[in-house]
């Protein structure tokens, strides 16, 4: 197929801006173009906020006309001029960066949920990639996102009358996604090639502009590829691992062969967690091959500048291949670049059977991060089997807490309110800290709240009747249909995937008791639930049929609804309306938990887990914690806490939450209700945005990367993997000496000799580690070289003054040091006294 059969036809002469317009996904979160597509057809624009398929399905008989209008003249030309200046204003990176990001970030993750009219997404990891990117856009980071178009993408959800989920799959067709095939250099329809098992698969290049950013996204549905190969983007998160790891290659090799086509040079590589870790083999191949080296001084080279993130809380989570199935695939493309299947396992797995992708990415990278505090301890104990006898405590994991894109998310009346408080370019400046709503009166933040309840109980009395209401419905039509829900009652909010561990079953732990909640006259709850279970999930789906049961009850109907389909346009409408938000996985779980920061913009308040970023962000004035300060627990299966938990979030909602929200003034407002409101707005809104986030991966990961990957130039590579295997060489001979410690002005010196059989002093470090215990927390002193001992060969005297406990308490260790390594990550040689 052409580039001819993805031309958009001619338009009028004077509406020729509408094509960039159209699909530039910056309408998907700045919302001044809407009117400019309710304009051109307001049925298509409403049922699908779609501005490409809006500009496809007009007529050119409505076109020519609407090209003599004046009135759609002056919204059309605010518009263009509205982009034009947007995409030539100063931004937080042109003023404070000054480009030394180079030709930018190239980022890396198996889907991005931007928009409803791009459905390349299932959950968070998807979310947050689409917020990253316009966040990224917003401050003028130079990102180039890298992912797949899924010819059917994540299911799409209905329930049978029996409460049983459906799925559906639906086909994307490109032509009518927001997105235009890419041209490479000589101006024809980029293509790539991955070598598979026997055979060459192409895949094809498609780009969806958001904001100033690129996604560039890639598709095996060429007709010229085998049938089976043409479904290899099919949908996402195959169950299938021969599918998934078809995925992973076109992901990861194709991606990066992409960026080298179209002759990007991103300064960083950025995978947002395991599935791209190919990527990263590929990136370190064309370095090879540039330098005319070897795949060990390309990794070297290379991965200074490779940062990964992952989401996962449990090691069962990564993605692994069996061997057999590895090496079919991967050989070909392996033997390419004199590569074999054994150098990545033992990068990835220190020489276990499978081929762990998490591994790969991991062995691939300079650093690596999770995506809250609570995470990076989480992440520490499930990657401590990589680091051999490093504890848990020395896992070079860091974190970034996860951020939601603000303006993606806020409300038409929040909007309002915040630029009345803060300006109207609050949300793409820095936002360094909140912005107070002092100017803003308890009334106008409750009418504020009143008004998007009564907006959501509107839309979701609509999506019932499209449920067709009138099927299985219980005792009550009226019920079913949502005309029971009531625009001035508390309303609780529970949306995100089903699955045992996030626990949205906790409520249905004592159904009298919510009963109770729900029925009472004078203090009435309603909830409204979606989401969606895997597939393959029976126990996720087991949930979803509970809770529909549940809302059958005679009691509970018309009171609890649930939300069929759940995806990022209905995820919007319940974030802005609800009044809390409720979240109760399993601690430690919870990697993050973006959903709930997404009600902060817009004066809902969140009932959750201490967990994720909530364990961060809780005070007693900004809403409610189950079991706070929860401290970091061994990962696990154990469901010990959820009867305690569901009696503990039964209390809040009897004692604090219903309670608070009905107790009004003598104005009749509900005060205390509205001091968290605007405690929350104000101290957690601007902290737990994606503007924050984008920030902090520019000023404490990408910077400082670029500047140490700057001096692994060739040369230094080479020396890098001698200085390596000069280490690995001389380990195994290593030896302690003696040990001698004395109390000294309230401190203990101790004393070491070390033989270290041809290293110098200057290629260890020698430390003194003290756990945590009664006495203080934990410590890692290094030792200080003292002398050579005069008497043998290679050893020497090292010593240190640590805080005085018992003797003991403390063990010398040593481990590899060079200026330009990070240990452990790149070395995890380690060696203990005892």
């Known amino acids: 197929m052409t580039l001819a059969a993805y031309t958009m036809r001619a338009l009028p002469a004077q509406l020729s801006g509408l094509m960039p317009l159209a699909l530039d996904l910056r309408w998907s979160w700045h919302h001044g173009s809407d009117q400019l597509w309710r304009l051109l057809d307001e049925d298509v624009w409403e049922s699908t906020q779609n501005a490409w398929l809006v500009l496809n399905s007009v007529s050119s008989e409505h076109l020519l006309a609407l090209a003599e209008s004046p009135e759609f003249l002056n919204v059309y030309q605010a518009q263009t001029s509205h982009l034009q200046a947007l995409n030539e204003a100063d931004t937080w990176y042109s003023d404070t960066c000054d480009g030394q990001l180079g030709e930018g970030v190239a980022w890396f993750c198996m889907e991005y949920g931007v928009s409803e009219s791009l459905p390349l997404y299932s959950g968070g990891l ?7 990117l316009k966040a990224a856009s917003d401050l003028g980071v130079p990102v180039m996102a890298v992912g797949l178009l899924f010819q059917q ?57 958001v904001g100033r ?50 002759q990007r040079k991103p300064a960083v590589c950025h995978i947002n967690e395991g599935h791209s870790a190919l990527a990263l083999i590929e990136r370190a191949h064309c370095w090879q091959k540039a330098n005319q080296s070897d795949f060990a001084k390309a990794r070297l080279a290379t991965r200074a500048t490779n940062l990964f993130t992952t989401h996962t809380s449990v090691a069962a989570g ?91 998310w806020d409300s038409p009346e929040s909007d309002a309110l915040w630029t009345r408080a803060c300006g109207q370019e ?23 709240r009143r008004s998007q309840r009564k907006r959501l109980i509107s839309y979701l009395r609509k999506r019932l009747r499209s449920q067709h209401c009138e099927h299985k419905v219980g005792s009550s039509v009226e019920a079913a249909c949502g005309l029971l829900l009531d625009p001035e009652t508390l309303t609780l909010g529970f949306a995100r995937r089903f699955t045992s561990y996030k626990r949205p079953d906790l ?33 996720g789906k087991a949930l979803i049929k509970r809770w529909k049961d549940f809302s059958r009850r005679p009691e509970a109907e018309g009171r609890v609804v649930f939300i ?89 909602l009897e004692e604090q939450v219903i309670p608070e929200f009905y107790q009004l003034n003598s104005e009749g407002l509900p005060a205390r209700w509205l001091q968290r409101v605007r405690a929350s707005m104000d101290q957690l809104t601007a902290s737990y945005s994606a503007n924050r986030m984008v920030r902090e991966y520019v000023d404490a990961f990408y910077l400082p990367m670029i500047a140490k990957g700057n001096q692994r130039n060739p040369e230094t590579a080479r020396q890098l993997l001698q200085w390596q295997q000069q280490i690995a060489q ?69 010593s240190v003054s640590v805080p005085d406990r018992p003797e003991d308490h403390y063990t010398p260790r040593i481990r590899p040091h060079h200026p330009l390594l990070h240990i452990p990550l790149e070395d995890q040689h380690v060696l203990w006294y005892r």
Not at 126 to 132: C, I, M, P, T
Not at 321 to 327: D, K, M, Q, V
Not at 765 to 771: D, K, P, R
Request: with cysteine; proline share 7%; hydrophobic share 40%.
């Open 126 to 132: 998807g979310v947050l990639a689409g917020d990253y």
């Open 153 to 209: 993408g994540y299911f799409r959800q209905a329930l049978s009358a029996d409460g049983e989920q459906l799925e559906f799959y639906p086909y994307n067709d490109p032509t009518m996604l927001p997105v235009a095939p890419v041209r490479d250099p000589s101006g024809e329809w980029a293509r790539v090639t991955v070598p598979f098992p026997g055979r060459d698969v192409r895949l094809r290049a498609w780009k969806g502009q």
């Open 213 to 262: 950013c690129e996604l560039l996204l890639l598709d095996a549905n060429d007709p010229r590829n085998e049938p089976g190969d043409r479904g290899i983007t099919s949908e996402l998160y195959s169950g299938d691992p021969e599918k998934r790891i078809q995925q992973e290659m076109v992901l990861g090799i194709g991606g990066w062969r992409l960026l080298e086509l179209l």
């Open 318 to 408: 990564f993605d692994r291949f069996a061997p057999e199935l590895a090496e079919l695939y991967l050989s070909p493309w392996l033997s390419e670049n004199n590569n074999c299947l054994h150098n990545l396992i033992e990068i990835a797995n220190g020489g276990s059977r499978d081929l762990n992708m998490a591994g790969v990415a991991l062995g691939m990278s300079g650093r690596f991060n999770g995506v809250s505090q609570i995470h990076r301890k989480v992440t520490q104990a499930i990657f401590q089997p990589w680091f051999g006898r490093w504890p848990a405590d020395d896992i070079p994991a860091e974190f970034v807490t996860n951020g939601v894109h603000t303006p993606s």
């Open 426 to 448: 609050r949300w793409r400046r820095p936002l360094t800290q909140s912005c107070p709503l002092q100017s803003i009166t308890d009334d106008e933040l409750w009418q504020m």
């Open 507 to 539: 409520l249905l732990k004592d159904p009298e008791r919510l009963l109770a909640l729900l029925c009472c006259r004078d203090r009435p709850l309603q909830i409204v639930l979606a989401g969606k279970a895997h597939p393959h999930d029976a126990a």
């Open 564 to 652: 069929e389909d759940y995806d990022l346009a209905v995820a919007n409408q319940l974030i802005q309306g609800v009044d809390v938000w409720l979240n109760c996985p399993r601690h430690p779980w919870e990697a993050c938990g973006t959903s709930g920061m997404k009600v902060l913009v817009n004066g809902g308040l969140n009932l959750s887990q201490y967990d994720g970023w909530w364990a961060e962000a809780w005070n007693e004035n900004v809403g409610w914690a189950i079991r706070p300060g929860a401290t970091f627990e061994e990962l696990s299966h154990s469901d010990q806490h959820d009867d305690a938990d569901a009696n503990e979030l039964f209390a809040l």
């Open 730 to 798: 001389h380990w195994p001979r290593l030896r302690f000496g003696r040990l001698t410690s004395e109390q000294k002005d309230g401190t203990r010196v101790f004393t070491l000799d070390v033989y270290l059989d041809g290293l110098s002093p200057e290629q260890v470090m020698i430390e003194l580690v003290a756990e945590a215990s009664e006495y203080g927390g934990r410590i890692v002193q290094p030792m200080t070289f003292e002398r050579s001992l005069p008497g043998a060969e290679d050893s020497y005297l090292f």
